[in-house]
């Protein structure tokens, strides 16, 4: 139920977007947190025995798969040498030697025909690599460690059960700069390519630090629940050859994409759904208007409309509860030169209000984040509702980007319901703006 004291925010904050006025540092619906700088920034020890560490122990995000003995090591290292800047050649190099070492161990175990020896070896050097590399390759050594953790990580992939395989799409519909092939990350249901049952699809589209070969423990559900699954990265990240700098390109990538799904035989193309992730969630809530005709229903968790691109809103991005400085992989991955350039020219190139996207028609699209969103503004899960179709919308009150665990877990609810039925209703969600406790 919305609360008295949401309401009137609402209302003031769609007339703001509706108007494209500058929202205040009061108006934020992250409050006076907006101007807290959290204590990891700058503080690789805190980072780690506060924050990470215990996601490492759970094998949580971004920690899926690994083993925190691989770690303990290494955040030594860049303690005491306090090496807090992620974008540095002695952070990434403080990783290389453990994900050396668990590759030539790897490699070792597979030439003795130790399979699920070399598969462990291979996936924990991936996760080693990919915070290496985190949260993107944005210069030339985690540009390395990003081609080590895919060929570690693909080597790991086919031991899988079942496994994850690596597709070159072509991309029909290049132009303006983009490259000739997608690469993806494919996953089947057991035996469905030797079946005549057609099977629902889903499509993640990953994030700004999380590419293809950082889906398993979700890949892995999906196919549980009956799904084919497809992972793409999303322009200006990871492999995608889309031209990061033209705002349509991403039009492109997913008609190609889609082109391609329809030649599987094993592919249900009346039920494809999108999992969008993050600032893959602007593909998700564009694609769910742009493409509407062609997907079944889309997630977008945490995502960025338009709010995300102020400038006021940029110049916190580096505060909050990301793990180091967002906005260097934040400006590469728009598509900028210089961060002053993402700040003054994102919102016109990118908005989704300015663009008229959210005036088209839309499939059925669930948008779900925190309030305390320090990433992207939870203003940006709300914009939509203003604009063309209804739309769900869940916003958790003391959750922070993508709503975090309850915001994945209702996440993988609703698709669970959109996969084993085609009927329109869902399971104790209403269609209407929620707010939950």
């Not at 110049?315 to 509860?321: C, I, K, L, V």
Request: proline share 7%; charged share 20%.
């Amino acid at each position: 139920m919305v609360s008295k004291g949401i309401l009137p925010w609402v209302a003031s904050m769609l007339f703001s977007a509706a108007t494209s006025e500058v929202l205040t540092c009061s108006d934020w619906l992250l409050g006076k947190d907006l101007d807290v700088i959290q204590p990891q920034h700058g503080n690789i020890d805190y980072l780690w025995n506060q924050l990470w560490r215990p996601l490492a122990i759970a094998q949580a995000e971004p920690f899926y798969d690994a083993n925190v003995s691989d770690f303990d090591p290494i955040f030594d290292h860049l303690i005491k040498y306090n090496i807090s800047d992620a974008n540095t050649d002695e952070y990434v190099n403080a990783f290389l030697p453990t994900a050396r070492d668990l590759i030539s161990r790897a490699e070792e175990a597979e030439n003795h025909r130790n399979t699920q020896i070399a598969g462990d070896l291979y996936t924990r050097a991936a996760v080693v690599l990919r915070i290496a590399r985190y949260p993107s390759p944005i210069i030339p050594t985690k540009e390395l460690a990003w081609r080590m953790q895919v060929d570690a990580y693909f080597k790991s992939a086919k031991y899988l059960d079942p496994p994850v395989s690596s597709v070159q799409i072509n991309h029909t519909y290049a132009a303006n700069g983009d490259g000739p092939t997608i690469p993806v990350a494919v996953r089947h249901v057991p035996d469905s390519e030797s079946s005549a049952i057609l099977h629902p699809v889903l499509l993640f589209v990953t994030g700004v630090d999380e590419f293809r070969p950082d889906f398993n423990p979700l890949t892995e559900w999906a196919v549980n629940q009956g799904y084919e699954v497809v992972v793409a990265e999303v322009p200006g990240t990871g492999d995608c050859p889309s031209n990061r700098s033209d705002p349509v390109a991403g039009d492109r990538l997913w008609n190609s994409v889609l082109n391609w799904m329809e030649s599987q035989p094993q592919y249900d193309t009346g039920r494809i759904g999108v999992w969008s992730f993050s600032t893959g969630s602007y593909y998700g809530v564009r694609m769910a208007h742009t493409h509407s005709d062609r997907l079944h229903s889309v997630v977008a968790q945490g995502t960025p409309v338009h709010e995300a691109f102020s400038p006021d809103w940029i110049s916190h991005n580096d505060d909050h509860e990301y793990a180091f400085r967002a906005t260097p992989a934040l400006t590469s991955k728009w598509g900028y030169e210089s961060l002053d350039e993402f700040k003054q020219n994102s919102m016109q190139d990118y908005s989704l209000v300015l663009d008229g996207t959210l005036e088209q028609n839309s499939t059925q699209l669930l948008m779900i984040n925190g309030i305390k969103d320090g990433f992207f503004p939870a203003e940006d899960t709300l914009i939509p509702l203003d604009f063309g179709q209804p739309k769900l919308v869940k916003l958790f009150p003391n959750e922070t980007h993508m709503g975090g665990d309850p915001g994945f877990k209702l996440a993988q609810d609703w698709l669970d319901c959109r996969q084993l039925s085609r009927q329109l209703k869902m399971k104790g969600i209403s269609p209407r703006l929620i707010f939950s406790k």
